[in-house]
């Protein structure tokens, strides 16, 4: 009985924290939204790195002239063209602020918890912040490197058949994948500025903020990707 009413005080503890936590840096972004744009800065330079080992990918892989096709060059993307880019780039947000979230419990609620606990679960819990944060880490490198890989190959196979050049096309689509790529790494930017600030209370709070900022971006990125973006190719 008594390791249960530990555990329940430890979660107790854990929520009340992250209720304040939240209220009070929600609170601090209103009053001042530019404490926001330090993540914007960031995850455009992110998304330059991305674009930058697209461009690598794609100059550097043999790639399939039947095997490319861009909804971005294609006047005649329908609304389904449309759905599958929201679904794509949602998912990948998804993704992100999974990981904004994940590293607010590893950094701030895990130790909360294991303050209030004693015994095995204790140990447990201030133990479990280092490995969990290698899987977030883990978790964002492959994120980054899989993307990369994929619009690499993506592109390579559409300069292959021989109308535009690599870097002619990404050229092209950078009025749509700037925006959208700044809305999706987000998140990621965020868990970084927060923790090099050492305010990882902030960061349940984020995940909201990223998720009221990025949604409408991705929205009108991927109308641009489907209704005007062939008027560049």
Not at 79 to 104: E, K, P, Q, S
Not at 170 to 195: D, I
Not at 203 to 216: E, I, K, M
Request: proline share 5%; charged share 10%; net charge neutral.
């Amino acid at each position: 009985m008594a390791a249960t009413d530990e555990v329940t005080a430890a979660r107790l503890a854990a929520r009340d924290a992250a209720v304040a936590d939240t209220r009070a840096a929600l609170s601090s972004w209103l009053r001042r939204p530019s404490q926001l744009l330090p993540w914007v800065g960031l995850s455009a330079v992110v998304s330059a790195i991305l674009l930058l080992g697209t461009y690598i990918v794609a100059i550097t892989t043999p790639a399939d002239p039947s095997g490319g096709a861009l909804i971005a060059a294609d006047p005649s993307a329908r609304w389904v063209d449309f759905g599958f880019v929201l679904g794509r780039n949602f998912t990948v947000l998804l993704l992100h602020l999974l990981v904004c979230f994940a590293t607010y419990l590893v950094r701030r609620s895990i130790p909360i918890q294991a303050g209030e606990l004693s015994g095995v679960q204790g140990w447990v819990h201030r133990h479990a912040q280092r490995p969990a944060l290698l899987v977030v880490i883990a978790l964002t490198v492959f994120s980054i490197v899989q993307q990369a890989l994929n619009l690499g190959h993506g592109l390579a196979s559409v300069a292959a058949q021989g109308q535009y050049t690599e870097a002619g096309i990404l050229v092209r689509l950078l009025p749509h994948a700037v925006p959208e790529l700044v809305a999706v790494f987000l998140p990621l930017a965020a868990v970084v500025w927060l923790e090099a600030k050492d305010r990882n209370r902030d960061l349940l709070a984020a995940v909201a903020a990223c998720t009221v900022v990025a949604v409408p971006v991705i929205v009108v990125s991927a109308w641009i990707e489907v209704a005007v973006a062939s008027s560049f190719f």
